[in-house]
């Protein structure tokens, strides 16, 4: 089966640590908030916390209690009056940078990084600020041969650090369903009002970065007087970036290159599976809901992707804790569920022509994403599509630098009326939950059960009706395809 694409649109703080210095930039610091984990409470909120960059089923899953008072929960918060910060308090960055690198070179960092954060804010409604723990450090010991370091030709890799099951909706339409109900970023659902319960459970970070430190970047703030250029600007890959961790990210994965024991003659892509315990085999505990970004692709003849995430829900062999090694073949053989797995894989590499939808204005607009053809883990579906965006003011969110090879910041926003990226990057942005109209509030699921049983998770909640309802691609840019 092959079917082309439609992406159907419906929308930080920043830490700074750096080895030559510790420091916070870019507004006050935040209080933590409590991080309990709670395996037997009677009802609460799920939050996923990402534990690596590189692996996005490496999670910790998160519970918090209901307050003894939980009659608010369900209800609209209190709409407060709220001012967007200005660009320059938007983010709070986290900087760490390694010991081995000049420290001339470390500042020069954290300068474009500061810069390019505030332009980013400059184009998005920030009402709360946004942190970012960003790491400028070696990925291969300064080797940048990729026969030799499989890293080698990674710029950067950025994702969402918290992230919450739940809905933004309105006062007209308070209920949670599996058409608005997605994994939704931290950096986004706190820009809406809130219960205080679900502040409470806001982690301490809201996005997680690493750039290459074996390149000799192009800076727009020079490190030093005859600093030599090199091939690719920090502030276009810091943008990028970032905007993977602002929600311009996918739940779905090719499981033949990142999974063990799977049929290595059998592609097909389904959403990551959330799992606990050894690497080596480690206990399965439930698939990851789609995120936002999920919600919008559709197909050419308007069937949302998600259709098919929900088929592969369905599947999950008993209340008990299957191992990896017993899971993923059981699946191989489960009928819908991983023909449905299959079909995904011919979704997201067909070569046909995607469009646009923004299911806010209800708009179609020419865009495609980047499906190739064989898929290409870290590229594919999470950015736009190479050939029809290089050389646009979308080209912020392709999957590979080729084309802005040896140029400055200053030379590639050269002559862009646009700003800092194109309507149909914007477009996207806003489908995922960013600048939205005001009126809108937060609505975090929460599931009553004792939290032990996995199938208390958020895939389960928002695939199977029986549970009580009381109220997360790594983002990878190479200077090749890869």
């Given at each position: 089966m092959k079917v082309s694409l439609l992406l159907f649109i419906l929308g930080s703080q920043a830490i700074y640590a750096a080895s030559i210095g510790s420091r916070a930039v870019e507004g006050d610091d935040k209080q933590a908030q409590p991080e309990e984990t709670s395996t037997q409470s009677p009802h609460g909120i799920f939050r996923y916390d990402r534990v690596?960059?590189?692996?996005?089923?490496?999670?910790?899953?998160?519970?918090?209690?209901?307050?003894?008072?939980?009659?608010?929960?369900?209800?609209?918060?209190?709409?407060?009056?709220?001012?967007?910060?200005?660009?320059?308090?938007?983010?709070?960055?986290?900087?760490?940078?390694?010991?081995?690198?000049?420290?001339?070179?470390?500042?020069?960092?954290?300068?474009?990084?500061?810069?390019?954060?505030?332009?980013?804010?400059?184009?998005?409604?920030?009402?709360?600020?946004?942190?970012?723990?960003?790491?400028?450090?070696?990925?291969?010991?300064?080797?940048?041969?990729?026969?030799?370091?499989?890293?080698?030709?990674?710029?950067?890799?950025?994702?969402?650090?918290?992230?919450?099951?739940?809905?933004?909706?309105?006062?007209?339409d308070q209920t949670l369903n599996t058409s608005n109900t997605f994994l939704y970023p931290q950096s986004i659902l706190k820009q809406y009002p809130m219960s205080a319960q679900v502040k409470e459970a806001?982690?301490?970070?809201?996005?997680?970065?690493?750039?290459?430190?074996?390149?000799?970047?192009?800076?727009?703030?020079?490190?030093?007087?005859?600093?030599?250029?090199?091939?690719?600007?920090?502030?276009n890959v810091i943008i990028h970036e970032v905007l993977h961790g602002l929600g311009f990210d996918s739940a779905f994965q090719l499981f033949n290159s990142i999974y063990p024991f799977t049929s290595s003659t059998i592609p097909y892509i389904a959403p990551i599976l959330y799992y606990t315990g050894s690497k080596r085999d480690p206990t399965i505990r439930d698939w990851m809901p789609p995120m936002p970004y999920d919600g919008l692709l559709r197909t050419v003849d308007g069937r949302p992707i998600t259709d098919w995430a929900y088929r592969i829900y369905k599947f999950f062999p008993g209340k008990d804790s299957p191992q990896m090694s017993s899971f993923i073949p059981d699946f191989e053989r489960s009928g819908d569920a991983f023909t449905a797995a299959r079909e995904l894989y011919d979704i997201f590499t067909s070569s046909a022509a995607a469009r646009v939808t923004n299911a806010v204005s209800n708009t179609v607009s020419n865009a495609q994403i980047y499906t190739p053809n064989p898929?290409?883990?870290?590229?594919?579906?999470?950015?736009?599509?190479?050939?029809?965006?290089?050389?646009t003011p979308d080209d912020i969110m392709i999957p590979q630098m080729s084309p802005l090879v040896n140029k400055t910041w200053t030379q590639i926003m050269a002559g862009r009326t646009e700003g800092l990226f194109g309507g149909n990057t914007m477009g996207i942005l806003k489908g995922c939950g960013w600048n939205l109209p005001s009126g809108r509030f937060v609505h975090v699921a929460e599931v009553d059960g004792t939290g032990s049983n996995p199938r208390d998770s958020a895939a389960s909640f928002i695939s199977h009706p029986s549970f009580a309802l009381i109220a997360g691609v790594v983002g990878i840019w190479a200077m090749v395809m890869i």
């Amino acid at each position: 089966m092959k079917v082309s694409l439609l992406l159907f649109i419906l929308g930080s703080q920043a830490i700074y640590a750096a080895s030559i210095g510790s420091r916070a930039v870019e507004g006050d610091d935040k209080q933590a908030q409590p991080e309990e984990t709670s395996t037997q409470s009677p009802h609460g909120i799920f939050r996923y916390d990402r534990v690596s960059v590189w692996d996005k089923s490496d999670l910790v899953m998160k519970t918090f209690e209901a307050f003894s008072d939980d009659s608010t929960i369900g209800k609209e918060p209190q709409q407060l009056k709220r001012r967007a910060l200005a660009p320059e308090f938007a983010f709070k960055i986290l900087w760490e940078c390694d010991t081995t690198t000049r420290p001339e070179i470390c500042d020069a960092g954290l300068k474009d990084f500061t810069a390019a954060t505030r332009l980013i804010a400059e184009k998005l409604t920030i009402n709360e600020q946004i942190v970012v723990q960003a790491h400028f450090k070696s990925f291969c010991g300064g080797v940048l041969d990729a026969n030799q370091c499989e890293d080698a030709n990674i710029l950067g890799a950025a994702q969402s650090v918290s992230l919450f099951p739940g809905a933004i909706l309105t006062s007209a339409d308070q209920t949670l369903n599996t058409s608005n109900t997605f994994l939704y970023p931290q950096s986004i659902l706190k820009q809406y009002p809130m219960s205080a319960q679900v502040k409470e459970a806001l982690g301490q970070v809201d996005i997680s970065a690493e750039f290459n430190a074996d390149y000799t970047w192009i800076y727009e703030n020079k490190p030093f007087p005859g600093y030599p250029d090199g091939n690719f600007s920090l502030m276009n890959v810091i943008i990028h970036e970032v905007l993977h961790g602002l929600g311009f990210d996918s739940a779905f994965q090719l499981f033949n290159s990142i999974y063990p024991f799977t049929s290595s003659t059998i592609p097909y892509i389904a959403p990551i599976l959330y799992y606990t315990g050894s690497k080596r085999d480690p206990t399965i505990r439930d698939w990851m809901p789609p995120m936002p970004y999920d919600g919008l692709l559709r197909t050419v003849d308007g069937r949302p992707i998600t259709d098919w995430a929900y088929r592969i829900y369905k599947f999950f062999p008993g209340k008990d804790s299957p191992q990896m090694s017993s899971f993923i073949p059981d699946f191989e053989r489960s009928g819908d569920a991983f023909t449905a797995a299959r079909e995904l894989y011919d979704i997201f590499t067909s070569s046909a022509a995607a469009r646009v939808t923004n299911a806010v204005s209800n708009t179609v607009s020419n865009a495609q994403i980047y499906t190739p053809n064989p898929y290409e883990s870290g590229s594919s579906i999470a950015h736009v599509d190479f050939r029809t965006f290089a050389q646009t003011p979308d080209d912020i969110m392709i999957p590979q630098m080729s084309p802005l090879v040896n140029k400055t910041w200053t030379q590639i926003m050269a002559g862009r009326t646009e700003g800092l990226f194109g309507g149909n990057t914007m477009g996207i942005l806003k489908g995922c939950g960013w600048n939205l109209p005001s009126g809108r509030f937060v609505h975090v699921a929460e599931v009553d059960g004792t939290g032990s049983n996995p199938r208390d998770s958020a895939a389960s909640f928002i695939s199977h009706p029986s549970f009580a309802l009381i109220a997360g691609v790594v983002g990878i840019w190479a200077m090749v395809m890869i």
